[in-house]
């Protein structure tokens, strides 16, 4: 398995600009997340899904967009990129049966906005 | 108040010694504790849950109070590569900011 996969692993946008960070998982996990982690600072919670075709508002929703159409996949959409969202974004993603909490995390996209 | 709270650190502590983390939460209803280990610019990584009886795992110890609302980690016998920053995360989604530990020769 590859676990949790994100694409791309960098990325320096404008001003304005829109992107898609993309976040795949290969276990057959029902929840995902998204985090955004501020330098020197803990992870915030973007979104999250606990299923196909249904996603939730995290802390720290507005600016991005998701949507989850399949199990495996789960993307986060940045419209009218701004400076203040220039972080790190973490992908992750915990069993269906809930048996473990332990969340898998993918190795990161690092977006920079100017 | 934020909804998890941890020590700032960092701690810079010799090879060898003990060195303990609290983290402290606010919603006295919450169910789920865990600590996890971030290495410079790497994702994190589960290291262990806590349990409400306190739990081990070789050098490292969790524990929970929930009385007064904090979990705890324990790190005996630090080794160099225990050098890494450890978040608290509370039901499932929230995480503290993370305490800095460098284990200095």
């Known amino acids: 398995n590859a676990g949790v996969t994100q694409t791309p692993k960098f990325r320096i946008l404008k001003i304005g600009q829109s992107m898609t960070l993309q976040c795949t998982q290969d276990m057959n996990h029902n929840y995902m997340y998204w985090y955004r982690q501020d330098p020197g600072m803990g992870l915030k919670l973007i979104y999250y899904s606990v299923g196909a075709g249904i996603t939730d508002k995290g802390e720290v929703p507005n600016g991005y967009n998701v949507s989850r159409s399949t199990t495996e996949d789960f993307p986060l959409r940045l419209e009218l990129a701004a400076p203040s969202q220039t972080s790190v974004y973490f992908c992750?993603?915990?069993?269906?049966?809930?048996?473990?909490?332990?969340?898998?995390f993918g190795p990161g996209t690092r977006l920079t906005v100017t | 108040r934020k909804e998890v709270e941890q020590d700032p650190g960092p701690f810079n502590v010799p090879e060898g010694a003990t060195v303990a983390f609290n983290c402290t939460y606010s919603?006295?209803?919450?169910?789920?504790f865990f600590w996890y280990r971030q290495d410079c610019r790497k994702e994190p990584k589960l290291l262990m849950s806590?349990?409400?009886s306190g739990n081990e795992d070789g050098r490292f110890t969790a524990q929970l109070n929930r009385a007064s609302q904090y979990i705890s980690l324990l790190i005996r016998d630090s080794k160099l590569s225990d050098s890494a920053t450890y978040l608290c995360?509370?039901?499932?989604?929230?995480f503290g900011a993370g305490t800095r530990l460098t284990v200095k020769p």
């Open positions: 995360v509370v039901n499932d989604m929230r």
């Open positions: 806590v349990y409400s």
């Open positions: 919603n006295s209803a919450s169910q789920s």
């Open positions: 992750a993603s915990t069993p269906t049966d809930r048996s473990s909490y332990e969340q898998y």
